[in-house]
């Protein structure tokens, strides 16, 4: 649901007449090549490029939003859409898969198997969150999980096979260039038949809008409808994926865009929103077009569209009301406590040492198995040493900011792969990378720093201002995420040198580590945990409140200023050296917490060590996994601690101790 009526409907009038306008300049710069012969290549351009793509922006972009809005009002959740579900995701990881295992399939029918990925991706979050109800936010927070661990299988599924990534990523960037009128008819007739069946399911529809009690009283058959409708709108979701790539946002906005512009009936939002999600990507893909420069289109429109969502999706938030918006932590138990905690860090820690020893003799060759001694150990070492290193230290940084990110903002399941704060560091990467060209680690690393605290502590000031409760902060988080995601996808869509070391940022690869990596690394945990450490009592304190952390005289504001700037330095070096995606930052406060490390110098201690001994692990699995190929360490861990996280959400999740 969504506040009261505050957008005239005149301004989709202008946006319509803005897209409009556009188009005809792309027409009026080809109609004259088009018109010079009947069989000319810009007659050919005009009629198979040109028009076919502008049908195409209108269809996707309608059906995306009836999608959005059936799954909104199916699931009574104004944050739910093919992207925060995780459905796009899902479609592109069965593509993947099939291009690389099964291309008969993909020849014979690429929509149906971008539809069993959909809804393979939606049903697990439905099994995941049914006993919790479908709350909104277990459901879009699975979504969110189940679309990164799906995107970072698929990363390393196209690694590993060392095909076709850079051509795939731009594919899942969303791009509307088109070569014939098959995209648009296959997405056209589709549309029109979801919304044929949305007309004849308007009962249901509006009943199940209400509570389930309600719903069953009024004689609908509660599950099998909304099973019907939810493989509906993934069907119409999916085809637009298989066609044109992951264009995201359009779902989400155009449902909340009817509801402000005055559509308050369930028949008056089934026409608004499909009209508003077809003016905004034409109008977004007319941009596009608009913005190419002379060497042909960059920036895929699918990336051009969470530009704007993400800021969009962050102005709505403080606009939105859920029909349940629970706590996270109201429902949960506080974790247990063990007598001797101390002990049991410095048995982790010696895991950690056992685990880089492993890590450093142990692994596989062409000859099978083997323990390495003497020169081929020293051999071995020069490279081995300091990409264990490296995994350590960057996974130490991440359970430290981990830590503080969950406490700062009283949210058990906040971290800073979560917050956007990886995606935050890429951003201000690629910042970097474009105004110096290729310049040295220092300044990679003050670039990554400036991005990662610039979105902690946006999503801490929209959280003030906008009296956000650590729920929607996670929200906040997902829009900033979606939108340096959307920064990186525009540069990497670039293709010059930069994209590439961008590509391989992403993908978290350690196989480049050497002693000045180890040695920065290691500096930095150590220079920020150490002050950590000593503002132990601030940690412990600020998860009770700003008003009992006044009263027991700790300077609220200094205080989560300077934690946000530590957790946001250590965030930037880790994503560094091991990319966004990790989880390690979400993984590890959680086990130190389930293990019984509850106060917070305890907890951070135990993360830091459980961060080091998770990423030394994840390196080596990423190195003997696929042997001889060597999968990125950042895309392993994430492939780890992806289900797990997803299985703690269906469990639930611990308040802090």
Known sequence: MVERASLPIGLWGAMGLLATLLFMQQVGLQWPAASAGPTGLGQVIFFYSVLPRA??????GAALALAGLLLQRILRNPLAEPSTLGISAGAQLAMATATIHA????????????????IAAVALILSLTWRRGLEPVSVVLAGMMVALTANAAS????????????????????????????????????????F????????????????????????????????????????MATTVAAEIGIIGFVGLAAPALAALSGARSLKQKLVAAPVIGAILLWLTDGLVQL?????????????????????????????????????????????????????????????????????LLVGKGPAGWSIASGTVMTDLAQWRAPRIAVAAAAGGLLGAAGVVIQRVTSNPLASPEVLGVGTGAGAG?????????????????????????????????LGARGNLGPERLLFAGIALNALCSAVLTAVIALGNVQSYVLLRWLSGSTSEAGAVHALVGFAA???????????????????????????????????????VVIAALASAFAAMFVGPLSFIGLIAPHLARLLGLGRARQHLVGSILLGALLMIVSDWLSRMAAFPYQLPVGLFASLLGGPYLIYLLGKGVQRHG
């Open 55 to 60: 049908a195409v922006a209108l269809l996707a």
């Open 103 to 118: 291309p008969l399939l993909m020849e014979y029918s690429p929509g149906l198997v971008a539809f069993v990925g959909g």
């Open 155 to 194: 990363a390393a599924l196209i690694l590993a096979n060392g095909e076709y990534l850079f051509s795939l990523f731009i594919w899942g960037g969303g791009s509307l260039v088109q070569q014939s009128w098959y995209p648009a008819l296959t997405i056209a007739w589709r549309l029109v038949f979801g």
């Open 196 to 235: 044929a069946a949305a007309v004849l399911l308007l009962r249901p529809l509006a009943i199940l809008g209400l509570d389930d009690a309600s719903a069953r009283n009024l004689g609908v058959s509660l599950h099998a409808t909304r099973f019907l409708i939810i493989a509906l709108a993934v069907w």
């Open 291 to 359: 913005a190419s420069g002379p060497g042909g289109e960059r920036i895929p429109t699918g990336a051009a569209t969470a530009l704007l969502g993400g800021p969009l999706l962050l102005w709505l938030l403080p606009r939105l009301r859920m029909f349940e918006w629970p706590s996270l932590a109201a429902s949960t138990s506080s974790g247990r406590r063990v007598s001797r905690p101390w002990v049991l860090v410095i048995l982790i820690g010696i895991g950690a040492l056992v685990a880089a020893v492993v890590g």
């Open 429 to 461: 990467l690629a910042a970097v990378l474009l105004l110096a060209g290729m310049p040295g680690l220092a300044w990679q690393l003050t670039g990554s720093a400036i991005g990662a605290l610039a979105v902690l502590a946006a999503i801490l000031i």
């Open 525 to 563: 945990l150590l220079v920020l945990s150490t002050p950590l450490l000593v503002l132990g009592r601030w940690l412990e304190v600020l998860p009770l409140g700003d008003a009992t952390a006044r009263a027991l005289g700790l300077p609220v504001r200094a205080a989560r200023t300077t934690l």
